[in-house]
């Protein structure tokens, strides 16, 4: 049976208020300590639907999940849309478009980035766990990618060990904005994030480029 148009939008409109509802009490409770019900009286639907969309909770969350990925691969692919020459240059605004998916989506960026501090988060799914390292893994990889250009363009330094000096810039990147969830007085607001990671940003550029070893 062929579902109308009309009837396909609805059911998108359900799926998603099920998606953000499952979301906030997902990001707020963990997983675990989330119930289908509770999710269901969020979305403001029957208890049935959820089952009818997703089948069952670890369906929602891997549905989560991929809904997460896809918007943190949209908000890197606009490092591509400004159109720069310079290798460096994407490293960089690669760093700026990370800190605008956290800054538009923190849900989603929690989900996939900071999972250690999601609250009773239990035990972890393999096939969840392995979806977004396959996907993440691929997108520092084009990070890794754009050094190894800007190498070989001559705009930083041969001597920089990449795959070490990549995985330093994404955890740098997460770890700075992980100060912007803690509940202690460490804890930053977004613009002294955004201030910091500029910050960081020039520290990098300073860092890498020819001739920064013998200043």
Do not use: C
């Amino acid at each position: 049976m062929t579902t109308s148009p009309r009837g396909a939008r609805r059911k998108a409109r359900t799926a998603t208020a099920i998606l953000d509802a499952a979301e906030g009490l997902f990001r707020e409770r963990g997983l675990q300590a989330t119930t289908i019900d509770e999710v269901a009286e969020a979305a403001d639907v029957s208890v049935g639907s959820v089952y009818v969309h997703f089948k069952n909770k670890a369906g929602l969350y891997l549905a989560l999940v991929e809904r997460a990925l896809d918007l943190n691969e949209q908000a890197m692919a606009r490092v591509l849309d400004l159109g720069l020459d310079s290798p460096l240059e994407r490293v960089l605004a690669a760093g700026d478009a990370y800190l605008r998916f956290h800054l538009e989506q923190p849900g989603a960026f929690q989900m996939i980035a900071l999972r250690v501090l999601e609250p009773g988060s239990g035990q972890a799914d393999p096939e969840v766990e392995a979806r977004i390292a396959d996907r993440v893994e691929a997108l520092v990889g084009a990070v890794q990618a754009d050094l190894e250009a800007a190498v070989r363009a001559g705009e930083i330094r041969a001597d920089v060990d990449l795959d070490r000096a990549t995985r330093f810039v994404w955890g740098a990147w997460n770890g700075v904005i992980a100060l912007s969830l803690r509940q202690d007085r460490l804890r930053v607001d977004d613009d002294e994030l955004e201030r910091t990671l500029a910050v960081g940003r020039r520290l990098l550029s300073d860092a890498l480029r020819v001739g920064a070893a013998e200043r």
